[in-house]
């Protein structure tokens, strides 16, 4: 079955830098674009990132421009969130997902991000 387990967060001081990771296993990785999602304490999940299938044109919402970059390894089945610059404002569970028709919609569990001001 499909499993998305991500690791790497933690509290960080505000200015402060993250590297989020993001496993995979049970679908063909390299097939399927990857996102992060966030979600702050209260509010909706929001979309932060999106890598196509062989890691190229990613995007990103207009509030990370600059600061996060999201890569992927196809090898290693491993998507990943750099976050650089950090601001109080980033404080949220941070969440991976793949989707496709096939597949269906998968998140994994979620990695708590805090920073301090």
């Known amino acids: 079955q499909v499993q998305l387990v991500e690791s790497g967060g933690g509290l960080v001081q505000s200015g402060g830098s993250l590297r989020l990771s993001c496993a995979a296993s049970?679908?063909?990785?390299?097939?399927?674009?990857m996102r992060w999602y966030r979600q702050a304490p209260g509010k909706g999940r929001e979309f932060v990132a999106i890598?196509?299938?062989?890691?190229?044109?990613?995007s990103y919402v207009d509030s990370v421009k600059g600061r996060f970059t999201i890569s992927r390894d196809n090898a290693k089945n491993t998507v990943y969130l750099q976050m650089n610059s950090l601001k109080p404002e980033d404080t949220a569970v941070y969440y991976c997902?793949?989707?496709?028709?096939?597949?269906?919609?998968?998140w994994g569990q979620g990695t708590q991000v805090t920073v301090s001001s």
């Open positions: 049970g679908f063909t990785f390299s097939s399927v674009a």
């Open positions: 890598i196509s299938n062989t890691g190229g044109t990613p």
């Open positions: 997902n793949a989707r496709s028709g096939s597949m269906g919609d998968h």
